[in-house]
């Protein structure tokens, strides 16, 4: 039987070049043998990501100018569907350069719309999660500058109408917008959450007791990644830490994103929570190890789960 649909949305699509460069520092000359570029954008990481996994994914968002078609051609020719809302701007590109110690520089453009341009993805993607294919709507990342101050607020709300679950990786602005919007899950990192709530959450157990005043307030499941000590999930039934082995990272960027698609593509078929958790994190672990941003081989992946950890911290 075929997966049902994860639609795997980046409002702020961009074209990432990843350089791995040993003696990076700021001043110097350096030479590198060469760089991968991928369709970047925290949606196009969790595409990438659900179909490793065995997940079925529909990639959309904004695409402009000579890179928006760059970046449509290397996505058809990575065998992913796709519907795209073209805008009159040009994408953006974004540097990432990681050095021997597996730490990374990033440098990001910040993207530029017209309102009018997020209203037509929006429309797009009301319309496309109302076909009865559709698992989940994972909107990912920030939103480009121009776009309306109260977004995502009323898409969520239509969505949630439709009875799809919706699920947030965002920051700053947008991410508080979804929040009162209330979606079905919302995944961010501790710093994230502690900006969104607008708290100092110094010690675990607060941000568990935030997470629950959220769940309590409609929304069904908070996952916030914590780094190297794994990934906390918090719903009204459980509360649980999936913790994964210790590793060296080569390259973390998009680890949070891959959590994010473990976890979505884990429950579309069927899993439990904790057991999604689970796969999350070892998804999240086993990215950091590969350059480029979820492009890790599908065994390592499972031999990284064998080896991540599930501790139940409440259940009710």
Not at 173 to 202: H, M, Q, T
């Amino acid at each position: 039987m075929q997966p049902r649909t994860i639609i795997c949305v980046t409002p702020n699509v961009a074209l990432d070049r990843t350089m791995m460069v040993p003696d990076f520092a700021i001043g110097r000359i350096s030479r590198i043998g060469g760089a991968i570029a991928v369709p970047g954008g925290k949606g196009l990481n969790v595409l990438r990501a659900v179909e490793i996994l065995g997940g079925r994914a529909l990639a959309m968002g904004l695409l402009g100018g000579h890179t928006g078609r760059m970046i449509a051609a290397m996505v058809a020719e990575g065998g992913y569907r796709a519907q795209w809302t073209r805008f009159a701007g040009e994408t953006r590109t974004c540097t990432i350069i990681a050095n021997e110690e597996g730490v990374s520089t990033v440098i990001n453009e910040s993207g530029k719309i017209e309102p009018g341009d997020w209203h037509a993805l929006a429309d797009d993607i009301r319309t496309a999660a109302t076909n009865e294919d559709i698992a989940a709507v994972c909107l990912c990342g920030s939103l480009p500058d121009g776009a309306p101050d109260d977004a995502p607020t009323q898409l969520i709300s239509q969505i949630n109408e439709l009875g799809v679950p919706v699920w947030v990786d965002s920051s700053g602005l947008w991410l508080a917008n979804a929040i009162a919007a209330k979606p079905y899950a919302i995944k961010v990192n501790s710093d994230e959450f502690r900006s969104a709530l607008g708290r100092d959450l110094p010690a675990t157990r607060d941000i568990i007791n935030a997470a629950r005043k959220l769940v309590r307030g409609g929304i069904r499941t908070v996952i916030i990644s914590l780094g190297a000590a794994g990934a906390l999930l918090v719903t009204n039934e459980l509360v649980a830490q999936a913790v994964p082995p210790a590793i060296q990272a080569v390259d973390p960027i998009a680890s949070g994103d891959c959590l994010h698609a473990g976890m979505v593509t884990a429950l579309a078929a069927g899993a439990t929570p904790e057991q999604a958790l689970r796969r999350g994190v070892a998804a999240g672990a086993v990215n950091a190890l590969y350059a480029g941003g979820a492009q890790f081989p599908y065994s390592h992946y499972q031999r990284i789960l064998t080896q991540t950890q599930l501790n139940i911290l409440q259940n009710v």
